[in-house]
T-cell receptor, first 112, second 113 residues
Framework: SQQGEEDPQALSIQEGENATMNCSYKTSINNLQWYRQNSGRGLVHLIL?????REKHSGRLRVTLDTSKKSSSLLITASRAADTASYFC????????????FGTGTRLTIIP | GAGVSQSPSNKVTEKGKDVELRCDPI?????LYWYRQSLGQGLEFLIYFQGNSAPDKSGLPSDRFSAERTGGSVSTLTIQRTQQEDSAVYLC???????????FGPGTRLLVL
């Protein structure tokens, strides 16, 4: 089974609105990462948050991490058409198990 | 600087043929990864190279799959006797060291007829 699972599987919002995606995982982690994928090709790294961090910002992106609930959220504010993509969370397996496991992703569509 | 490159971009082959997929990582990156992504799915880990250490092959789905990394740089993923279920996008990524930020190539889309 997946270590990281995104929710929802698909999300459509109007341009300018905020988009929130969630990721849940099962085991302890060292860090959690979010990636974006356009058109089924290579992934682009967005942000990495460590297990001792609770929140991180990068431009219009805000990531939170709740290790007690084993969950993370990615918020994209003031969405743009160019944000249309699939978003994946990736988690490691904690100390001594650094291999990343990717979820199945959230497909985000921004409606102009 | 140049990012991760992969070749070919697309490959169509007949069932039973062997294929080789190439990955050129970012110069200086010691870690290299191969993933497979089927249509509409997440990434499936295949193999991981780190420096001179023995590769982690735990994700290879069968003995038809193998990979090499020559000189700590370029990597080749080989699929022997291809099957239709091998059809997918094969993604390569590299990173400066272990399992932190990964830089992905554009992928090779493989179609087995």
């Amino acid at each position: 089974s997946q270590q990281g699972e995104e929710d929802p599987q698909a999300l459509s919002i109007q341009e300018g609105e905020n988009a929130t995606m969630n990721c849940s995982y099962k085991t302890s982690i060292n860090n959690l990462q979010w990636y974006r994928q356009n058109s089924g090709r290579g992934l682009v790294h967005l942000i990495l948050i460590r297990s001792n961090e609770r929140e991180k910002h990068s431009g219009r992106l805000r990531v939170t991490l709740d290790t007690s609930k084993k969950s993370s959220s990615l918020l994209i504010t003031a969405s743009r058409a160019a944000d249309t993509a699939s978003y994946f969370c990736a988690t490691d397996g904690g100390f001594g198990n650094e291999k990343l496991t990717f979820g199945t992703g959230t497909r985000l569509t921004i409606i102009p | 600087g140049a990012g991760v490159s992969q070749s070919p971009s697309n490959k169509v082959t007949e069932k039973g043929k062997d294929v080789e997929l190439r990955c050129d990582p970012i110069s200086g990156h010691t870690a290299l990864y191969w993933y497979r992504q089927s249509l509409g799915q997440g990434l499936e880990f295949l193999i991981y190279f780190q420096g001179n250490s023995a590769p982690d092959k735990s994700g290879l789905p069968s003995d038809r799959f193998s990979a090499e990394r020559t000189g700590g740089s370029v990597s080749t993923l080989t699929i022997q006797r291809t099957q239709q279920e091998d059809s997918a996008v094969y993604l390569c990524a590299s990173s400066p060291r272990g399992w932190e930020t990964q830089y992905f190539g554009p992928g090779t889309r493989l179609l087995v007829l």
